[in-house]
């Protein structure tokens, strides 16, 4: 049984970061029902193929929420939920009839998370934009990539899914556990721009002390650091080092057979000459060499895989890590299924009736818990 056995959540069907939440949600044990419009947003590839991995574990109730009787399944969905989830522009839920205020009015426990790029409030709150636009505000965007080369987009990981469907998640489950003392909801404002903004804070913090430069590639995490980056192999394929602290550095120049007196680590002069011999050294074996070369030893150098290399590798294979070649759920809990759930299909008819049937199936002793645990 998963942590979050027995929690409901309603899932209103977006792109992104909701999506991402609700699988989340889903694969902790919560039982969603992903609500989606006949006219989806999105394009039909990212139905047919990320959503075996986004839309996994929930089912999908298709609803016309302007039509008056569907507004009204919704509704009576809503007074068994645990928590609503919606990624909409400011505005759309209300402007649908599903504003918080009426949700909670009929729900008081209802917690109510909602994300969005800019956040429900501020004069950018009703502008477009994606992901990038998002980490781009954020301050985080700028420090990625090489110094003479644009910042580099680091897919949609900071925005959509790091500062957006993670903090929703964290943002919901605190405002469920606060609901079941208090017995009234949340609205969880979870804003990508502030998500990103927060997962940069440490950046932020050696900036003002004089410990970070706005140049990229010019410093201890960014690839500035010769003993902190990637280098190519002989057959193309890419290491990554990451030898911080300065026993492991050691062992890493003493695979590479550099006396320690040649390369001080923290000699930040001596970076770019370092930086050309370590990468003169690594051009000149393979990549899976050298990952056995390093292996067992304390150097922190792994070889880089690619997404068709990642599920065979046998420590993700002996955890399990991958199912059919698409990542498992994580994180992980002792006693429980690691497996991920399979989408499912139901009508908004059938959703209300099994719902409505469960709940009044609980008996009177959960009566006065605002939150329904209820299986």
């Excluded at 925005?159 to 609901?179: K, T």
């Excluded at 980056?229 to 030898?243: E, K, L, P, T």
Aim: proline share 7%; aromatic share 8%.
């Amino acid at each position: 049984m998963q942590p979050l056995h027995g929690l409901r959540i309603i899932e209103f069907d977006g792109l992104g970061p909701v999506t991402f939440a609700g699988m989340m949600l889903a694969d902790m044990g919560a039982e969603v029902l992903r609500l989606t419009r006949s006219e989806s947003a999105a394009p039909a590839v990212f139905d047919q193929v990320g959503g075996s991995v986004l839309h996994r574990g929930r089912a999908a109730v298709p609803v016309d929420l302007k039509n008056p009787a569907d507004q009204a399944r919704v509704l009576t969905l809503i007074g068994g939920a645990d928590a609503v989830i919606e990624g909409y522009r400011p505005g759309v839920m209300e402007r649908l009839g599903f504003g918080p205020d009426v949700l909670q009015a009929r729900n008081p426990a209802l917690v109510v998370g909602r994300v969005t790029g800019w956040g429900q409030t501020g004069p950018l709150a009703q502008a477009v934009g994606h992901d990038l636009n998002y980490i781009g505000l954020s301050g985080v965007l700028h420090a990625m990539g090489d110094a003479d080369r644009p910042p580099t987009p680091p897919l949609n990981l900071v925005g959509d899914y790091g500062g957006g469907a993670m903090m929703l998640v964290v943002g919901v489950l605190a405002a469920l556990i606060e609901a079941r003392t208090t017995g009234r909801g949340r609205v969880v404002d979870a804003a990508m721009t502030d998500g990103a903004a927060l997962l940069g804070g440490i950046f932020q913090a050696f900036r003002g002390q004089g410990m970070w430069s706005d140049r990229r590639g010019a410093n201890l995490l960014d690839g500035g650091a010769p003993f902190y980056r990637c280098y190519a192999c002989r057959d193309g394929g890419f290491v990554a080092v990451a030898a911080l602290e300065p026993r492991f550095y050691a062992a890493l120049l003493k695979g590479l057979e550099i006396p320690p007196e040649a390369a001080p680590q923290y000699d930040m002069a001596g970076w770019p000459a370092m930086h050309a011999r370590f990468a003169d050294l690594f051009a000149r074996r393979d990549r899976d060499d050298w990952a056995n070369h390093f292996e067992g030893t304390e150097a922190c150098v792994t070889p880089v895989l690619s997404l068709a290399e990642a599920p065979n590798h046998p420590h993700n294979r002996a955890r399990g890590a991958f199912d059919h070649g698409l990542p498992g759920p994580a994180p992980r809990f002792d006693g429980g299924e690691h497996k991920p759930g399979h989408s499912s299909a139901l009508r908004l008819e059938e959703a209300v009736a099994l719902w409505s049937a469960e709940g009044s199936a609980q008996g009177s002793e959960q009566a006065d818990d605002p939150i329904r645990f209820r299986r």
